[in-house]
């Protein structure tokens, strides 16, 4: 199945502090192209990898789980280990979710979190019913979209799988169970008026994680997809800045110095 257009995968060669980002459910590497970019033209090694079931149509997603979305996240990772000295790992979402699994198993291989809008438990009453659902309704109205600036697209599923969405609270549940393990930096960002991913899931992180370096941003001015809203900038700023912080890289003075 050829993959949408914006879908593609994207990996940068820059200096040897690497960063690795994880796109949400349904959704694509397009969410998070503009902040890859930004931060390859800072210099750092960049990796955006496809989770599999995504990019395609929504059926494909359908017969992927939770191990399969991390297995590539986790192939991601060894590859910029690799490559570099450093690696920090970034997510939207689920990538949030998977970000912090990722960071729980592999302690010693990653260096700090920058979570956005991160999803780590159920919103949605009817969770507890997805075993018999997925069974009954294959798909939903999908979730992607949720953007207060005007123009601003996601490229994402119109529909998502109940399959996937049940393998996806599977995920959720290791990941609560996790969250002490996480003892990196963590930087998280978060919308108070998120339509998709309540900010009790950042209160769950922020309450659990084992981290004593937290710095806590609001994107008061976005929704959910906030790396392609009003507070992208912010993002992608901050999100540098604590890169450059612990990786003990100086700080640049101005924008011209930061894509230097």
């Known amino acids: 199945m050829p993959l949408l257009p914006g879908a593609e995968p994207y990996h940068h060669r820059g200096g040897p502090i690497g960063v690795l980002l994880c796109h949400g459910f349904t959704g694509s590497p397009q969410a998070l192209r503009p902040w890859a970019e930004y931060l390859a033209e800072a210099g750092l090694t960049v990796s955006v990898p496809l989770l599999p079931g995504h990019g395609t149509r929504w059926q494909d997603l359908a017969v992927t789980r939770w191990e399969d979305w991390y297995a590539e996240l986790a192939r991601a990772l060894d590859l910029l280990t690799r490559e570099c000295e450093q690696v920090f790992v970034f997510g939207l979402s689920m990538g949030g979710g998977l970000a912090l699994h990722l960071a729980a198993e592999h302690q010693e291989s990653v260096a700090g979190l920058v979570l956005v809008n991160p999803s780590v438990r159920a919103d949605n009453p009817a969770t507890p019913l997805l075993p018999v659902l997925r069974h009954l309704v294959p798909s939903r109205p999908g979730i992607t979209g949720d953007i207060a600036l005007p123009g601003a697209v996601e490229l994402g599923y119109d529909r ?101």
């Open 160 to 260: 998502f799988p109940l399959h996937a969405a049940w393998s996806l609270s599977l995920l959720w549940r290791t990941v609560q169970q996790e969250l002490p393990q996480v003892s990196q930096p963590v930087l998280l960002l978060h919308s108070p008026h998120d339509h998709v991913v309540s900010p009790a899931n950042s209160a769950l992180v922020l309450a659990r994680i084992s981290s004593v370096d937290v710095t806590e941003r609001l994107c008061e001015r976005s929704f959910h997809v906030a790396t392609l809203d009003y507070d992208a900038e912010l993002i992608f700023e901050e999100s540098l800045g604590f890169v450059r912080r612990l990786a003990g890289v100086p700080q640049a003075t101005n924008a011209t110095d930061q894509r230097g």
